[in-house]
C-alpha cells in the first residue's frame, strides 16, 4: 500500500513539470509576438504590455521564465489580473461556488447514473435497458450548450420551475439547474458504465458460486454485483470531479454564474490571456490531485492493488 | 429408456446402460464442414452490422450530412451570406422553411453550410489522432520497456490536460483559425487517449501465440508488428475513433461558441448558436436549428461507434 | 491421509441425518431436455440426458467439451447460464420435481441440500471480499451459524478441507492464495452447510496433478465421512473410474453408456466409450507404434543432410563447434535468472531454469515434463532462440546458438518451429488458412505465388485437412483443426526439428489421440525430431522415447520413457506417476 501511494506520487512528478511546461510553452514557445498574441485581436492599452514583459520575465531565458512560474504556482502567486486585482483573489472568490455546483452535478450522476445503470444491467436486452441506452446516447450526444441553453428556456423561462440564471447570492436553488446541466453529460457515461460493468459481473463465476451457496438474489446482486461493479464506477465519478470545473466554463458561462469557469469564460471572451493561463494552470492541478485521489481510493476498493 | 443390455446391480436407475449407437452417430472425429461459406472476421462484423437498425440510420444520418459537406449547393440555391436586414428575425415562408437570423440571414441555408468545417474538423483531428496516437501506442505496448515508459509519461502530460482547457489556451494564441488549426489543436490534446487504447490492445496481443509463432519464423520484430500486432489491435481504435470523431465535432463548436474556434467570418454551426444566444428568449428557433443539426450529427458518429463495437466485441457478441 | 473433520455432533450443522432412506434415489434425472436460445433459434444442449444418483455415492459424468455434462449438472442446481432452459424431463431430487422449481424453492435447497465445488478456482471467488467472508456467507445464508460462532465455524471448515493456518487464512484474499488454497477454499463453501449432494464441475482440472490428487483424495475423505453424495463431471475417464462407482458418459447432449464404473471402463460396449477408453493418455500403456523406428532414424539423417545441403547453398560457410554425432539438439548446463519487478527498490531474482542438460536424438522425441513453474516451457523459448540465456549453451546440430549472427540465426528459423498450446492463439485470426500456411515461405522468400500455393495445398494434405479449408478462417474451425493449421505451418519451411509446448493440452481426448497420431507419423514420413513440452506424463508414454522431468528449474531424471514408467528413481517422478488418475486401472483385452 504504502510503496503503491509512492509510487503514484512520484510518476506525479513529472507529470506536473511536463503538463506546466507544456501549457507555458504553449504561450510563450509559438511563433509571433505570444503577448499581443494573447490580446486576440484587441491592440494592448498602452504600458500593458511592458508591464506584462516585465511580469513574465520575457528578458530571461526561457528555462528561467518556466522555473519562475512554476515558482509563482507552487506559492500561488499568479501575477496580477487584468483589472489589477491579483489573480489568487479572482480564484478564492471563484472556486466556492464552482465546488458547490460540481457536488450537485456529481450528486446528479452518482444518484442517476448508478441507479438507472443498475437496473439497465440487471435487465439486460430489455426494454428499459434498451431505451436508457439510446438516452443516454442522445444526452452524451448533444454538447453541453446546447443542453444549458435548453434547459434555460424551457425550465428557466417557459415552465419557470427553477430560476433560469444565479444571482448574486448563489443559492443552492438557483445552482440546481446549472448543477444538472453540468452533470448531464457525464451522467450518461456513468449510465453507461455501471449498466455494462452490472451485466459483466452478472454473469462472473464468482457470482453463479455465490448463488449457488443458497444465497437470496438480493443479496448476491448487492454484496457480490454491485460492490465489484461500482469500482470502476466510483474511479470514474473522482476523475470527473477535476473535469467537472474544466466543464464549469460553458455551463457558469451560460447561467451567469461567477464561479471558476465562469471567470474563465469571461476572461475567454474578453481575451485576458494572463488571467486564461493561470486558471487553466490550476485547473489542470485540480484535474492531477483529482485523479491521483482516484488512485488512492481504487487501492482502497480493490484489494488486489493494495499489494501490487 | 431402451432395455438395458447388462444388469449386474440392479439398483433402480443404475442399470447398465448402453445407447443404440444409431442414435448417436459417431461422426468422424473433428472433421470439416466443407459446406458452409468461408467468414473472416471482418466479414462476420459486417453481417452482423448489416442487421442492426443503430448501425442503418446512423451511417445514413452520417452519409447525408457528408453529402452536405461536399455539396451545399445541392440542398439549397441560397448562400449562407445573402443577408438582408430587411428579413430580421422573420419567420419560416416559401423558399426559406426556417426563417431568417437577426441579421436576415436564410437559417436554412447557414444550417447546410455549416456542415463542411465541423465535418473537416471532425474528420482531419480525427485522422491526426489516429495517426499520431496509434503510432505511439503500438510502439509502446508491443516494444514495452524503457520505450514504453518514456512514451507512456510523454502521454499522462497530454493526458493530465483536458481538451477543452488545452484548446482554449493553445487557439487563444493561434492565428488563423480554420478549420485545419482547430484540428490540429485538438489533435494535440487528443491523441494520448487513442494512444492509450491502442497501446491498451497491442500488450493483449501481444501475449498471443500467434505473435511469438511469428517471431520464429523469422519475421522482424517491425513486421511483426505491421503484420500481426497492429491489425488485431484495430477493433478498439476503430470503435473510439469514430465515438471521437463526433466528441471532435462537438468540442469544435463548443470553441467557436466561446469565440476562440473557428474564425467568425466562417459559416459553422457554433458560431451560429454563439451569435444567436442573446435571442434566445424572442427567437428560440434561431438557436434551436443549427443547435439539432450539430447534434444530430455528433449522435449519429457516437451511435455508429456503440453498433461497431457491438460487432467487433467478441465478447459482446456472445450476448 | 489425515482429515480435520471434527468428531462431536454437537457443532451447528453437525446432525448425521437419521431419517435418510437409501435404497431411494438422492437424485433422478430422467430424460433431460435443456436448450439455449442463440440468434432467434433453439439450440439443444442436452436431449434425453437419465442419471441417478443414490445417497452417500459418488456417480460421475464423463464428456467432452460440448457433451452437455456441465448443463446438465447446472440445470440441477438451477443455474443454467444466459438463455437456458429446461424444455422436458424431470429433476426429481430427493423425489420431488425441481426442474421447473421457482427461484424461493430453488434458493432454499441450494447450499443447504445440493451445495457446488466449480472448476476455476481463479474465477470463483468474489476478488474483493475476504475468503473468511465468504465462506461465512455460506452459513448465515442457510442459517447454520451466525455472528462469532459463524466466524469460528469457517475457520473449522477451511480447515477440515486442509487448509493450513486456517483462522488467520480467513483474513486474507482471494489473490493471495494459491490455486490449491482457492480450490479447497471452494470446497469448504460447498460444504459448510452439509449439503446432501455436492456438485463437483470438473474440480481440479486446473490444478497441477500432484495438487489435484492431494485435494481428490481430500474431497473423497471428507465426502464419505460425512456421507454426502457426490455427482462428479470431468473430462477425464482415468479419474472418474478411480472416484465414482457409477459412470454416465456423455456425448452430444445424450447418454451414451452408463453402468458401474469399472463394468464401462473394462468392458465398454458403445462405439464412443471403446475409442474413449482407447485415446485416454492416462489409461492407455504404450508408445503410438505406426512406422519402424530404424527406419524412421535413418530419414531423419537424410533429412539433416538436405538441410545443411540448402544452409550452405544459401550461406556459405556452416561450421559446427562440436561434433554432436546423433544429437540433433544438445543443451549443456542451461540457465535462466529473471528479474522480477518486486514492490521493493531492487528486483527480485527468480532462477527459472537452473543449470539442465539433456539432448534430443535425431528422429526421436525427447519430453519434457513438469507441473506449472517448472521451467519446462522457459527450456522451450531458449532451445527456439526466442529467450536470451542467463548461462550455459544450446547447441543445434553443433552450432552454439548464441554464436549466430542476423543471418545464421535467420537461417536457424527454418530448421526448428514451435508449435504452442492454445489452438485459439496459435493463428492470426485477421489472416486466412492459406496466408497463415505460406506466410513462412514468403518471409524465407522460397518460391513463387503458384509453387508457393502446390506447398499449401500439400500441406494441408499432410496433416489430413481438405484443400478447401486455406480458403478459412480460424474462427471457423475447432481447436484440433486449428492445430493441425498450427502444424503444417510449422512443416511449410522442413524443419528438423518441432518444439511442441503442451501442443496438446488444451484439446479434447479424441482429438488429442488423433493430433498425436499425426504428429507420429510426420514423425516417421519426414524423419523429424521432436521436443516435446508437457504436464501430462500420459502424453509422455504415448509419443516420446526419452523423458526429462522437471521440478522448480531443476532437472531431476532423464531416462528412456519405458526406464521412467517402469523404474523411477526419484521420489518427485514416483509422485508424479501415482498421480496420473486412474494409473493402476488394470484395463480388460
Same mark, same amino acid.
Given at each position: 500500500?504504502?510503496w503503491y501511494v509512492?509510487?503514484?506520487?512520484?510518476?506525479?512528478?513529472?507529470v506536473?513539470f511536463?503538463?506546466?511546461?507544456?501549457?507555458?510553452?504553449m504561450?510563450?514557445?509559438l511563433?509571433?509576438?505570444?503577448i499581443?498574441?494573447?490580446?486576440g485581436?484587441?491592440?494592448?492599452?498602452p504600458?500593458?504590455?511592458?508591464?506584462?514583459?516585465?511580469?513574465y520575465?520575457?528578458d530571461?531565458?526561457?528555462?528561467?521564465?518556466y522555473?519562475l512560474?512554476v515558482k509563482?504556482i507552487?506559492?500561488l502567486?499568479?501575477g496580477?489580473?487584468f483589472?489589477?486585482?491579483?489573480v489568487v483573489?479572482?480564484?478564492?472568490?471563484?472556486f466556492?461556488?464552482?465546488? =458547490?455546483?460540481a457536488?450537485i452535478?456529481?450528486?446528479?450522476?452518482a444518484?442517476?447514473?448508478?441507479?438507472?445503470g443498475l437496473?439497465?444491467g440487471?435487465r439486460?436486452g430489455?426494454?428499459?435497458?434498451?431505451?436508457?441506452?439510446i438516452?443516454?446516447?442522445?444526452?452524451?450526444?448533444i454538447?453541453?450548450f446546447?443542453?444549458?441553453?435548453?434547459?434555460?428556456f424551457?425550465?428557466?423561462l417557459?415552465?419557470?420551475?427553477?430560476?433560469a440564471t444565479?444571482?448574486?447570492?448563489?443559492?443552492?436553488?438557483?445552482?440546481?439547474l446549472p448543477?444538472?446541466?453540468?452533470?448531464?453529460?457525464?451522467?450518461a457515461y456513468?449510465?453507461?458504465l455501471t449498466?455494462n460493468?452490472v451485466?459483466?459481473?452478472?454473469?462472473?463465476d464468482?457470482?453463479?458460486?455465490?448463488?449457488?451457496?443458497?444465497?437470496?438474489?438480493?443479496?448476491?446482486v448487492?454484496?457480490?454485483?454491485?460492490?465489484?461493479?461500482?469500482?470502476?464506477?466510483?474511479?470514474?465519478?473522482?476523475?470527473?470531479?477535476?473535469?467537472?470545473?474544466?466543464?464549469?466554463?460553458v455551463?457558469?458561462g451560460?447561467?451567469?454564474v461567477?464561479?471558476?469557469?465562469g471567470?474563465?469564460y469571461?476572461a475567454?471572451?474578453?481575451?485576458?490571456?494572463?488571467t486564461?493561463?493561470?486558471?487553466?494552470?490550476?485547473?489542470?492541478m485540480? $484535474?492531477l490531485?483529482?485523479s491521483l485521489l482516484?488512485?488512492?481510493?481504487?487501492?482502497?476498493l480493490?484489494?488486489?492493488?493494495? $499489494?501490487? | 429408456m431402451?432395455?438395458?443390455?447388462?444388469?449386474?446391480?440392479?439398483?433402480?436407475?443404475q442399470?447398465?446402460?448402453v445407447?443404440p449407437?444409431?442414435?448417436?452417430?459417431?461422426?468422424?472425429?473433428?472433421?470439416?464442414?466443407?459446406?458452409?461459406?468461408p467468414?473472416?472476421?471482418?466479414?462476420?462484423?459486417?453481417?452482423q452490422?448489416?442487421t442492426r437498425?443503430?448501425?442503418l440510420?446512423?451511417?445514413?444520418?452520417?452519409?447525408?450530412?457528408?453529402?452536405?459537406?461536399?455539396?451545399?449547393?445541392?440542398?439549397?440555391?441560397q448562400?449562407p451570406r445573402?443577408?438582408?436586414?430587411a428579413?430580421?428575425?422573420?419567420?419560416?415562408?416559401?423558399g *426559406?422553411?426556417?426563417?431568417f437570423?437577426?441579421?436576415g440571414?436564410d437559417?436554412?441555408?447557414?444550417v447546410?453550410?455549416g456542415?463542411?468545417?465541423?465535418?473537416?474538423?471532425g474528420v482531419?483531428?480525427?485522422?491526426?489522432t489516429?495517426?499520431?496516437g496509434g503510432?505511439?501506442?503500438?510502439?509502446?505496448?508491443?516494444f514495452?520497456?524503457r520505450?514504453?515508459?518514456l512514451?507512456?509519461?510523454?502521454?499522462d502530460?497530454?493526458f493530465?490536460?483536458p481538451?477543452?482547457?488545452?484548446?482554449?489556451?493553445?487557439?487563444?494564441?493561434?492565428?488563423g483559425?480554420?478549420?485545419?488549426?482547430?484540428?490540429?489543436?485538438?489533435t494535440?490534446?487528443g491523441?494520448?487517449?487513442?494512444? =492509450?487504447?491502442?497501446r491498451?490492445?497491442v500488450?493483449e496481443?501481444?501475449?498471443?501465440e500467434?505473435i511469438?509463432?511469428?517471431r520464429a519464423?523469422g519475421?522482424s520484430?517491425?513486421s511483426t508488428?505491421?503484420?500481426?500486432?497492429?491489425?488485431?489491435?484495430?477493433?478498439?481504435?476503430?470503435?473510439?475513433?469514430?465515438?471521437?470523431?463526433g466528441?471532435?465535432?462537438?468540442?469544435?463548436?463548443?470553441l467557436?461558441?466561446?469565440?476562440?474556434g473557428l474564425h467568425?467570418?466562417?459559416?459553422?454551426?457554433?458560431?451560429?448558436i454563439?451569435?444567436a444566444q442573446?435571442?434566445?428568449r424572442?427567437?428560440p428557433?434561431?438557436?434551436? $436549428?443549427?443547435?439539432?443539426?450539430?447534434s444530430l450529427?455528433?449522435l449519429?458518429?457516437?451511435?455508429?461507434?456503440?453498433?461497431? =463495437?457491438d460487432?467487433l466485441d467478441?465478447?459482446g457478441?456472445?450476448? | 491421509?489425515?482429515?480435520?473433520?471434527?468428531?462431536?455432533?454437537?457443532?451447528p450443522?453437525?446432525?448425521?441425518?437419521?431419517?435418510?432412506?437409501?435404497?431411494?434415489?438422492?437424485l433422478?434425472?430422467?430424460?433431460?431436455?435443456?436448450?439455449?436460445?442463440?440468434?432467434?433459434?433453439?439450440?439443444?444442449?442436452?436431449?434425453g440426458?437419465?442419471?441417478?444418483?443414490?445417497?452417500?455415492?459418488t456417480v460421475?459424468?464423463?464428456?467432452?467439451s460440448?457433451?452437455?455434462?456441465?448443463?446438465?449438472?447446472?440445470?440441477?442446481?438451477?443455474?443454467?447460464p444466459?438463455?437456458?432452459?429446461?424444455?422436458?424431463?424431470?429433476?426429481?431430487f430427493e423425489?420431488?420435481?425441481?426442474?421447473?422449481?421457482g427461484?424461493?424453492?430453488?434458493?432454499a435447497? =441450494?447450499?443447504?441440500?445440493?451445495g457446488?465445488v466449480?472448476?476455476?478456482?481463479?474465477?470463483n471467488?468474489n476478488?474483493?471480499?475476504?475468503?473468511?467472508?465468504?465462506?461465512r456467507e455460506?452459513?448465515?445464508?442457510?442459517?447454520v451459524?451466525s455472528g462469532a460462532a459463524?466466524k469460528?465455524?469457517?475457520?473449522?471448515?477451511?480447515?477440515?478441507?486442509g487448509?493450513?493456518d486456517?483462522?488467520?487464512?480467513?483474513?486474507?484474499y482471494p489473490?493471495?492464495?494459491s490455486?490449491g488454497?482457492?480450490q479447497?477454499?471452494?470446497?469448504a463453501?460447498?460444504?459448510?452447510?452439509?449439503?446432501?449432494l455436492?456438485i463437483?464441475?470438473?474440480?481440479?482440472s486446473a490444478l497441477?496433478?500432484?495438487?489435484?490428487?492431494?485435494?481428490?483424495?481430500?474431497?473423497d475423505?471428507?465426502?464419505r465421512?460425512l456421507g454426502?453424495?457426490?455427482l462428479?463431471i470431468?473430462?477425464?475417464?482415468?479419474l472418474?473410474?478411480?472416484r465414482?462407482?457409477?459412470?454416465?458418459?456423455?456425448?452430444?447432449?445424450?447418454?451414451?453408456e452408463?453402468?458401474?464404473?469399472?463394468?464401462?471402463?473394462?468392458?465398454?460396449?458403445?462405439?464412443?466409450?471403446?475409442r474413449?477408453?482407447?485415446?485416454?493418455?492416462s489409461?492407455?500403456?504404450?508408445?503410438?507404434?505406426?512406422?519402424?523406428?530404424s527406419?524412421?532414424?535413418?530419414r531423419?539423417?537424410?533429412?539433416?543432410?538436405?538441410?545443411h545441403?540448402r544452409?550452405?547453398?544459401?550461406?556459405?560457410? *556452416?561450421a559446427?563447434?562440436?561434433d554432436?554425432?546423433?544429437?540433433?539438439i544438445?543443451?549443456e548446463n542451461?540457465?535462466?535468472?529473471?528479474t522480477?519487478?518486486?514492490?521493493?527498490?531492487?528486483?527480485?531474482?527468480?532462477?527459472?531454469?537452473?543449470?539442465?542438460?539433456f539432448?534430443?536424438r535425431?528422429?526421436?522425441?525427447?519430453?519434457?515434463?513438469?507441473?506449472?513453474g517448472?521451467g519446462?516451457?522457459?527450456v522451450a523459448?531458449?532451445?527456439?532462440?526466442?529467450l536470451p540465456?542467463?548461462s550455459?549453451r544450446?547447441?543445434?546440430d553443433?552450432?552454439?546458438?548464441?554464436?549466430?549472427?542476423?543471418?545464421?540465426?535467420?537461417?536457424?528459423?527454418?530448421?526448428?518451429q514451435?508449435i504452442?498450446?492454445?489452438?485459439?492463439?496459435?493463428?492470426?485470426?485477421?489472416?486466412?488458412i492459406?496466408?497463415s500456411?505460406?506466410?513462412?515461405?514468403?518471409?524465407h522468400?522460397?518460391?513463387d505465388?503458384?509453387?508457393?500455393?502446390?506447398?499449401v495445398?500439400?500441406?494441408?494434405d499432410?496433416?489430413?485437412?481438405?484443400?478447401?479449408?486455406m480458403?478459412?478462417?480460424?474462427?471457423?474451425?475447432?481447436?484440433?483443426q486449428?492445430?493441425?493449421?498450427?502444424?503444417?505451418?510449422?512443416l511449410?519451411?522442413?524443419?528438423?526439428v518441432l518444439?511442441?509446448?503442451?501442443?496438446?493440452s488444451?484439446l479434447?481426448?479424441?482429438?488429442?489421440?488423433?493430433i498425436?497420431t499425426l504428429?507420429?507419423?510426420?514423425?516417421?514420413?519426414?524423419?523429424?525430431?521432436?521436443l516435446?513440452?508437457t504436464?501430462d506424463?500420459?502424453?509422455?508414454?504415448?509419443?516420446?522415447?526419452?523423458?526429462?522431468?522437471?521440478?522448480k528449474?531443476r532437472?531431476v531424471?532423464?531416462?528412456?520413457?519405458?526406464e521412467?514408467?517402469?523404474?523411477?528413481?526419484?521420489?518427485?517422478?514416483?509422485q508424479?506417476?501415482?498421480?496420473?488418475?486412474g494409473?493402476?486401472?488394470?484395463?480388460?483385452?
Amino acid at each position: 500500500m504504502v510503496w503503491y501511494v509512492g509510487r503514484r506520487l512520484l510518476q506525479m512528478v513529472p507529470v506536473f513539470f511536463g503538463a506546466t511546461l507544456l501549457i507555458y510553452a504553449m504561450v510563450f514557445l509559438l511563433p509571433g509576438d505570444p503577448i499581443r498574441a494573447l490580446f486576440g485581436e484587441r491592440p494592448p492599452p498602452p504600458g500593458v504590455l511592458e508591464q506584462i514583459r516585465a511580469e513574465y520575465n520575457l528578458d530571461k531565458p526561457f528555462i528561467v521564465q518556466y522555473l519562475l512560474y512554476v515558482k509563482g504556482i507552487l506559492t500561488l502567486d499568479f501575477g496580477t489580473a487584468f483589472t489589477g486585482r491579483p489573480v489568487v483573489e479572482l480564484m478564492a472568490n471563484a472556486f466556492p461556488v464552482t465546488i =458547490r455546483l460540481a457536488l450537485i452535478a456529481l450528486a446528479v450522476e452518482a444518484v442517476f447514473g448508478i441507479g438507472f445503470g443498475l437496473i439497465a444491467g440487471l435487465r439486460r436486452g430489455g426494454f428499459f435497458d434498451a431505451t436508457v441506452l439510446i438516452v443516454s446516447l442522445i444526452v452524451i450526444a448533444i454538447p453541453i450548450f446546447v443542453i444549458g441553453f435548453v434547459a434555460q428556456f424551457v425550465i428557466g423561462l417557459k415552465l419557470e420551475l427553477l430560476p433560469a440564471t444565479v444571482g448574486q447570492e448563489e443559492s443552492w436553488r438557483q445552482l440546481l439547474l446549472p448543477g444538472i446541466v453540468l452533470g448531464a453529460t457525464s451522467f450518461a457515461y456513468v449510465l453507461r458504465l455501471t449498466r455494462n460493468s452490472v451485466a459483466d459481473n452478472l454473469s462472473a463465476d464468482h457470482v453463479r458460486t455465490a448463488t449457488a451457496k443458497g444465497l437470496s438474489r438480493p443479496r448476491v446482486v448487492s454484496v457480490h454485483v454491485l460492490r465489484n461493479s461500482l469500482i470502476p464506477v466510483v474511479t470514474f465519478l473522482g476523475t470527473d470531479l477535476g473535469a467537472l470545473m474544466a466543464g464549469a466554463i460553458v455551463t457558469e458561462g451560460i447561467f451567469n454564474v461567477n464561479g471558476v469557469g465562469g471567470t474563465l469564460y469571461q476572461a475567454v471572451i474578453r481575451g485576458q490571456g494572463t488571467t486564461v493561463v493561470s486558471f487553466v494552470t490550476v485547473l489542470v492541478m485540480v $484535474y492531477l490531485l483529482a485523479s491521483l485521489l482516484v488512485d488512492l481510493l481504487y487501492a482502497v476498493l480493490d484489494p488486489r492493488i493494495r $499489494y501490487a | 429408456m431402451p432395455e438395458p443390455l447388462q444388469s449386474k446391480t440392479p439398483r433402480r436407475g443404475q442399470e447398465r446402460y448402453v445407447a443404440p449407437p444409431d442414435e448417436t452417430p459417431l461422426q468422424a472425429t473433428d472433421s470439416l464442414d466443407e459446406t458452409a461459406p468461408p467468414a473472416s472476421l471482418w466479414g462476420d462484423a459486417w453481417r452482423q452490422l448489416r442487421t442492426r437498425p443503430l448501425f442503418l440510420i446512423s451511417s445514413a444520418l452520417i452519409l447525408l450530412v457528408i453529402t452536405v459537406a461536399v455539396a451545399p449547393g445541392l440542398f439549397t440555391d441560397q448562400g449562407p451570406r445573402d443577408c438582408d436586414l430587411a428579413n430580421t428575425m422573420q419567420g419560416p415562408r416559401a423558399g *426559406h422553411p426556417l426563417g431568417f437570423t437577426q441579421l436576415g440571414c436564410d437559417i436554412y441555408a447557414r444550417v447546410i453550410y455549416g456542415a463542411r468545417p465541423s465535418v473537416l474538423v471532425g474528420v482531419l483531428a480525427t485522422l491526426g489522432t489516429v495517426l499520431i496516437g496509434g503510432t505511439v501506442g503500438a510502439l509502446a505496448g508491443f516494444f514495452g520497456g524503457r520505450l514504453d515508459s518514456l512514451l507512456s509519461r510523454v502521454a499522462d502530460i497530454f493526458f493530465a490536460i483536458p481538451l477543452i482547457l488545452g484548446a482554449i489556451v493553445l487557439m487563444q494564441v493561434s492565428e488563423g483559425r480554420t478549420s485545419l488549426t482547430v484540428a490540429m489543436v485538438l489533435t494535440v490534446f487528443g491523441w494520448p487517449q487513442v494512444a =492509450r487504447i491502442m497501446r491498451g490492445a497491442v500488450l493483449e496481443v501481444r501475449q498471443a501465440e500467434f505473435i511469438t509463432a511469428s517471431r520464429a519464423l523469422g519475421s522482424s520484430s517491425m513486421s511483426t508488428m505491421l503484420r500481426h500486432a497492429i491489425p488485431n489491435a484495430l477493433s478498439p481504435v476503430i470503435v473510439i475513433a469514430t465515438v471521437s470523431l463526433g466528441i471532435y465535432i462537438a468540442t469544435e463548436a463548443t470553441l467557436s461558441f466561446l469565440g476562440i474556434g473557428l474564425h467568425p467570418s466562417i459559416v459553422s454551426w457554433g458560431g451560429d448558436i454563439s451569435a444567436a444566444q442573446n435571442q434566445l428568449r424572442v427567437a428560440p428557433q434561431v438557436l434551436l $436549428y443549427p443547435a439539432a443539426a450539430l447534434s444530430l450529427t455528433v449522435l449519429s458518429f457516437i451511435m455508429l461507434g456503440d453498433a461497431v =463495437r457491438d460487432a467487433l466485441d467478441p465478447k459482446g457478441r456472445k450476448r | 491421509m489425515s482429515h480435520a473433520v471434527p468428531a462431536g455432533s454437537d457443532r451447528p450443522g453437525w446432525v448425521q441425518r437419521t431419517d435418510r432412506d437409501d435404497t431411494q434415489p438422492l437424485l433422478d434425472v430422467r430424460d433431460l431436455h435443456v436448450t439455449f436460445r442463440s440468434n432467434g433459434r433453439d439450440v439443444p444442449a442436452v436431449q434425453g440426458a437419465s442419471l441417478t444418483v443414490y445417497p452417500g455415492q459418488t456417480v460421475a459424468v464423463v464428456g467432452e467439451s460440448g457433451s452437455g455434462k456441465s448443463t446438465s449438472a447446472m440445470a440441477v442446481m438451477g443455474l443454467l447460464p444466459g438463455t437456458g432452459r429446461v424444455t422436458s424431463g424431470q429433476i426429481l431430487f430427493e423425489g420431488k420435481d425441481i426442474a421447473r422449481a421457482g427461484q424461493r424453492e430453488m434458493m432454499a435447497l =441450494r447450499g443447504k441440500s445440493i451445495g457446488l465445488v466449480p472448476q476455476d478456482p481463479m474465477s470463483n471467488l468474489n476478488p474483493v471480499w475476504t475468503i473468511g467472508y465468504q465462506v461465512r456467507e455460506a452459513l448465515i445464508a442457510n442459517g447454520v451459524a451466525s455472528g462469532a460462532a459463524a466466524k469460528r465455524r469457517a475457520a473449522e471448515l477451511l480447515e477440515e478441507a486442509g487448509l493450513a493456518d486456517a483462522e488467520r487464512r480467513t483474513k486474507q484474499y482471494p489473490h493471495e492464495f494459491s490455486g490449491g488454497m482457492r480450490q479447497r477454499t471452494l470446497i469448504a463453501i460447498g460444504l459448510a452447510a452439509r449439503p446432501r449432494l455436492l456438485i463437483a464441475d470438473e474440480p481440479t482440472s486446473a490444478l497441477d496433478v500432484t495438487v489435484q490428487r492431494q485435494i481428490l483424495d481430500h474431497l473423497d475423505g471428507l465426502t464419505r465421512e460425512l456421507g454426502t453424495a457426490v455427482l462428479l463431471i470431468t473430462h477425464d475417464l482415468g479419474l472418474a473410474a478411480e472416484r465414482a462407482e457409477h459412470i454416465v458418459v456423455m456425448y452430444k447432449g445424450r447418454v451414451a453408456e452408463s453402468g458401474p464404473a469399472l463394468e464401462v471402463l473394462q468392458d465398454p460396449q458403445h462405439p464412443y466409450t471403446k475409442r474413449l477408453v482407447q485415446a485416454a493418455p492416462s489409461l492407455s500403456s504404450r508408445r503410438i507404434t505406426s512406422a519402424v523406428r530404424s527406419e524412421v532414424l535413418e530419414r531423419a539423417e537424410r533429412a539433416a543432410e538436405e538441410a545443411h545441403a540448402r544452409v550452405e547453398a544459401a550461406d556459405g560457410v *556452416h561450421a559446427p563447434v562440436a561434433d554432436t554425432g546423433h544429437d540433433v539438439i544438445r543443451v549443456e548446463n542451461l540457465t535462466k535468472v529473471f528479474t522480477l519487478r518486486g514492490s521493493g527498490v531492487r528486483g527480485e531474482q527468480l532462477k527459472a531454469v537452473d543449470d539442465v542438460s539433456f539432448s534430443v536424438r535425431r528422429g526421436t522425441t525427447m519430453a519434457i515434463v513438469g507441473e506449472s513453474g517448472s521451467g519446462k516451457s522457459t527450456v522451450a523459448q531458449m532451445v527456439l532462440n526466442l529467450l536470451p540465456i542467463t548461462s550455459g549453451r544450446v547447441l543445434f546440430d553443433g552450432v552454439d546458438l548464441t554464436k549466430l549472427d542476423k543471418r545464421q540465426r535467420f537461417d536457424f528459423r527454418r530448421r526448428v518451429q514451435p508449435i504452442f498450446q492454445n489452438p485459439y492463439g496459435s493463428l492470426d485470426p485477421t489472416y486466412s488458412i492459406y496466408r497463415s500456411i505460406e506466410e513462412p515461405l514468403r518471409v524465407h522468400k522460397v518460391g513463387d505465388a503458384k509453387s508457393r500455393e502446390a506447398r499449401v495445398r500439400d500441406l494441408l494434405d499432410k496433416v489430413s485437412l481438405p484443400t478447401s479449408t486455406m480458403r478459412r478462417f480460424p474462427n471457423e474451425l475447432s481447436g484440433g483443426q486449428r492445430q493441425r493449421v498450427a502444424i503444417a505451418r510449422a512443416l511449410a519451411l522442413q524443419p528438423e526439428v518441432l518444439v511442441c509446448d503442451e501442443a496438446v493440452s488444451a484439446l479434447d481426448v479424441l482429438v488429442q489421440a488423433q493430433i498425436l497420431t499425426l504428429l507420429n507419423d510426420l514423425q516417421a514420413q519426414l524423419g523429424l525430431s521432436y521436443l516435446f513440452i508437457t504436464h501430462d506424463l500420459g502424453v509422455v508414454r504415448q509419443i516420446a522415447d526419452d523423458v526429462c522431468v522437471m521440478q522448480k528449474g531443476r532437472l531431476v531424471e532423464a531416462a528412456t520413457t519405458d526406464e521412467v514408467f517402469a523404474n523411477p528413481r526419484q521420489a518427485y517422478t514416483r509422485q508424479l506417476l501415482d498421480a496420473i488418475p486412474g494409473g493402476s486401472i488394470a484395463l480388460g483385452a
